[in-house]
């Protein structure tokens, strides 16, 4: 006899919810894949707050809704980055928009939906570069992605203008499931930003994975951006595979969400790669927002950078969770993980978990987690300079989160997330 | 064993286990297992009243339906507990004045500890509780302590004479149901020690135990609790040394600290268990839950230097309750071969003006891993509460492992947590100097990790630091790498 508890019901039900608006998921045309997620999804539990990568973060809000798929229509201009110059590729509820986006097409270039890519047999290593057989949303992902971009960088190309994917949810309770593959060939060079957004009114739950391969002495960088008004759930995992003497900067500011976790996982396989991982998040209300990253180390002389910043304000939790994992052959590793916190209120909440997993000994590797409140000295000294306590605070918010902000290069994204951040801390 | 013979080299390479030799002495022991006929023996055994067995008997059966906790970062072959005898106690029973009457075969064993008894009543004034396989055998200075009222004994005796202090004391700050290895202990403890110092009292010398494990698959379950009244202040040493054995021992102690209004209470550790052959083969898993509870103005003071078990699973907390209490740990983490050591600190802040320090040093070499686990967590009502952290890490050979997992969780926007940890290598730089200096690079070896551990080091009690420092560079013989 099966035993059928209260949580396995809510389970099945969200996900048959899933299969019947889901029927013709990316993985169809990798059985093996799919199959192996749909049986990862059936006979595990969903993580709960005693899953130790979810201790701080409920997923139950999520499992406990029959989500169903519209695509409403949207003007995607209303949300776009205003005046970047990008090439733009439109998704609403994870459907892609042809009419509203515009790719490139040259030699030694493809970017196109993931969908036609796969049918076309185009994609080497579709699934392979997640590897994560037990995180159960990963699967949940994989068993419902239905479309995503597909983009592949010839060997030393580069794009002039950078990859815009703007994700828009909209209106209700719909699910949406994304999955990107990004490969980006010896010497090659590629920007992609990564922007999701939703008007205030919208609820849905939008998950979204992106693989990517950066191949010998190729760069990636990736900005993204979150900033979904309303009532969204959304579930980001980048795994990217780095091979040597390549670079991967990411860039992740989270200017909105009511539920956000973002999972980062970047396996570094080959010798003097770089790492940069930055990150700001600054929730208010009651939002939740969790950044987890993992930075393997496989090889020796690399180095990776990782600063994470935070202000936490009104009742809003943050989770920081930072995992540097050094192999027993990545020796000569430099390796530094910082998080930094700034909590306005008693009732906000901050959870932060630096970690070092270290099997190498000739290896520099340091992380610091600070907590803390706006130095009230600092006020006063700007208050006795003119300024009022709004703009006094507004300028210390600008000081403490700059360095990742003017980290992004792209100018307009820049202003962009500077005007979401002055709006943030004016509350 | 090693220092007979004359093969020096290989003595200075491959030291074995200095401690490593057993007590002939016939035990009273129970049959291995554990069920409630085995509590009702232990307790009758030791003649208890019926409130104590019953709190056994409630611990033990929620520990049948625990679960061994399995998320530490350590990888062991989990103990049959039904194949552990639950109880064993030397012959001998008479209750004794002095030291004197002591079998002559336990003070043989003390002697070859370094702790010649009478050397250390005259030199540092040291009572020293010697706790052998789990039944107190000997207490010195009683009577010097019980002139302030300090009441100093076994668990056992604290249980028949002083019942009041031990009901409304024990499992006070470890609940019988805490954890797995808690409520085991809290089932099956044989012994241990009990401490109170009234109120405004200093006491004046170090209060000590020396722990043991020795006869054979006998588990050792010790319970301590140190009662600390207002205004009151005392220094607690804890020293183990156990023998060389092939199969694993379990070792599940509870300590648990009172340190109510204005009170202190500084708790050091010295813990060489046997840490099992350079195979990994024997060793003790030391499974030990320490927790102190700070009433206002109180302070608790952990320190430890661990170089010992093949297992440890180790946390001793704070529980800053009263505004204005301080929580401290220091510690010194050593692994060689194939030890494994999981420990940290809890450091719960809920009074206001809470404060805390945390400092770890963990040194790691041969095969071994050593991983830092440690929790800050401000409540909603602690203001003004401040940590500070630092947690670093050395890596002797290319073969070992260095973890760190803090967990930072802050409720409150007046609190100041900082974090900071480090890993890295012994610098060549720092060898070629002290070689350059005429130093072998073995004692280059322990001049630099003892220069690291000496922001630990330091807070030890004198004597304690001195054998310390010796552990550490026995501990670290031959693991240059």
Redesign the interface.
């Given at each position: 006899m099966e035993v059928v508890n209260a949580t396995d019901q809510k389970k099945e039900a969200f996900l048959g919810a899933l299969d019947a608006a889901f029927q013709q998921p990316l993985a169809s045309a990798k059985g093996a894949l799919l199959n192996a997620s749909r049986e990862t999804l059936r006979t595990q539990p969903a993580p709960t707050t005693r899953t130790e990568a979810w201790k701080y973060t409920r997923t139950t809000r999520i499992i406990n809704q029959a989500w169903s798929h519209a695509v409403p229509t949207v003007d995607a201009d209303a949300f776009a980055v205003n005046d970047l110059d990008a090439w733009r590729l439109v998704f609403v509820n994870g459907v892609f928009q042809a009419e509203q986006s515009t790719w490139p097409e040259a030699e030694g270039l493809t970017v196109k939906p993931l969908r036609v890519a796969l049918e076309a047999g185009e994609v080497e290593g579709f699934g392979e570069k997640s590897n994560t057989p037990d995180e159960w949303f990963e699967n949940l992902n994989m068993a419902y992605a239905s479309d995503g971009v597909f983009i592949h960088l010839g060997k030393n190309k580069q794009i002039e203008k950078p990859i815009y994917i703007l994700h828009i949810t909209a209106g209700e309770q719909s699910a949406a499931f994304n999955r990107h593959f990004f490969h980006v060939a010896q010497g090659a060079q590629l920007n992609v930003i990564q922007h999701s957004v939703a008007d205030a009114d919208a609820e849905g739950f939008y998950s979204v994975v992106t693989e990517g391969a950066v191949d010998a002495n190729a760069s990636l960088h990736i900005d993204k951006v979150q900033n979904e008004a309303g009532k969204v759930f959304q579930h980001a995992v980048e795994w990217v595979h780095q091979d040597r003497d390549s670079k991967f900067d990411i860039r992740t500011v989270t200017l909105r969400g009511h539920w956000v976790r973002n999972n980062l996982n970047i396996a570094v396989n080959g010798e003097n790669c770089s790492t940069r991982l930055y990150g700001t998040y600054m929730p208010i209300e009651k939002e939740h927002l969790d950044n987890h990253t993992m930075v393997d180390h496989r090889v020796p002389h690399c180095e990776s950078d990782e600063v994470y910043k935070g202000i936490v304000n009104d009742k809003a939790t943050g989770v920081f969770n930072g995992k540097v994992f050094v192999r027993q052959d990545a020796q000569k590793t430099n390796a530094f993980q910082q998080n930094a916190n700034i909590i306005l209120t008693d009732d906000a909440q901050m959870y932060s978990k630096p970690e070092l997993e270290i099997y190498a000994d000739d290896v520099k590797c340091s992380h610091g987690s600070t907590t803390g409140q706006f130095d009230e000295e600092a006020v006063f000294y700007l208050r006795a300079r003119g300024l009022s306590e709004q703009s006094a605070r507004e300028l210390l918010v600008y000081a403490f989160v700059s360095e990742i902000i003017e980290a992004i290069g792209n100018d307009a994204l820049r202003n962009y997330c500077l005007e979401g951040l002055t709006k943030r801390s004016r509350g | 064993m090693a220092y007979e013979g004359d093969e020096i080299l290989e003595e200075v390479t491959r030291k074995e286990y200095e401690f490593g030799w057993i007590t002939d002495i016939e035990s009273d022991k129970a049959p291995p297992g554990l069920s409630e006929e085995i509590i009702r023996f232990i307790s009758a055994k030791k003649n208890e009243p019926l409130w104590m067995l019953e709190w056994r008997l409630d611990a033990y059966r929620q520990w049948t339906e625990m679960k061994e906790p399995n998320?530490a970062?350590v990888d062991y072959q989990k103990p049959d507990y039904q194949s552990i005898s639950y109880y064993s106690a030397p012959k001998q029973k008479k209750q004794l004045d002095s030291l004197d009457e002591v079998d002559p075969e336990l003070r043989r064993t003390m002697d070859r500890l370094g702790i010649s008894t009478e050397e250390q009543k005259r030199l540092s004034g040291v009572a020293v509780d010697f706790v052998m396989d789990s039944v107190s055998v000997a207490t010195s200075f009683k009577e010097k302590l019980g002139e302030l009222g300090i009441i100093f004994c076994s668990m056992s005796e604290a249980i028949q004479s002083h019942p009041e202090l031990v009901k409304k004391y024990l499992g006070s700050v470890v609940p019988k149901n805490d954890n797995f290895f808690a409520a085991l202990n809290s089932a099956v403890f044989t012994d241990g020690s009990f401490c109170y110092i009234p109120k405004g009292v200093r006491c004046p010398m170090e209060l000590s135990t020396y722990f043991r494990i020795n006869e054979a698959g006998t588990g050792q379950f010790e319970r301590t609790l140190v009662v600390a009244d207002k205004g009151s202040y005392c220094s607690y040493l804890e020293g183990c040394t156990a023998p060389q054995r092939d199969e694993n021992q379990l070792h599940a102690a509870v300590v648990e600290l009172i340190a109510l209004d204005d009170a202190e209470i500084k708790y050091s550790t010295v813990q060489n268990w046997y840490p099992g052959d350079e195979n990994g083969k024997g060793g003790v898993f030391n499974f030990v839950t320490k927790r102190g509870l700070c009433e206002k103005n109180a302070k608790i003071s952990w320190t430890q230097v661990e170089t010992g078990s093949a297992i440890t699973w180790k946390y001793p907390s704070c529980i800053l309750k009263g505004d204005n209490s301080v929580g401290e740990f220091y510690s010194v983490a050593v692994t060689n071969n194939r030890q494994q050591a999981d420990t940290g600190t809890k450091m719960i802040h809920i009074g206001k003006n809470t404060h805390s320090t945390i400092i770890s040093k963990g040194i790691s070499a041969g095969k071994s891993q050593n991983s830092y686990r440690g929790l800050v967590q401000i409540n909603?009502t602690a203001q003004n509460a401040r940590n500070f952290s630092q947690c670093d890490?050395l890596?002797?050979?290319?073969?070992?492992?260095?973890?760190?997992?803090?967990?930072?969780?802050?409720?409150?926007?007046?609190?100041?947590?900082?974090?900071?940890?480090?890993?890295?290598?012994i610098g060549e730089d720092q060898i070629f100097y002290c070689l350059q200096r005429g130093l072998d690079e073995e004692k280059a070896i322990s001049l630099i990790v003892n220069g690291y551990a000496k922001e630990v080091l330091n807070k030890l009690p004198m004597e304690f630091a001195v054998e310390a420092q010796k552990l550490l560079a026995i501990s670290l013989e031959g693991s240059v790498?």
């Open positions: - | 998320w970062h909603k890490s890596l002797m050979t290319d073969r070992c492992g260095a973890h760190t997992f803090p967990y930072i969780e802050i409720k409150n926007s007046t609190a100041k947590v900082e974090h900071e940890a480090t890993t890295s290598k790498g």
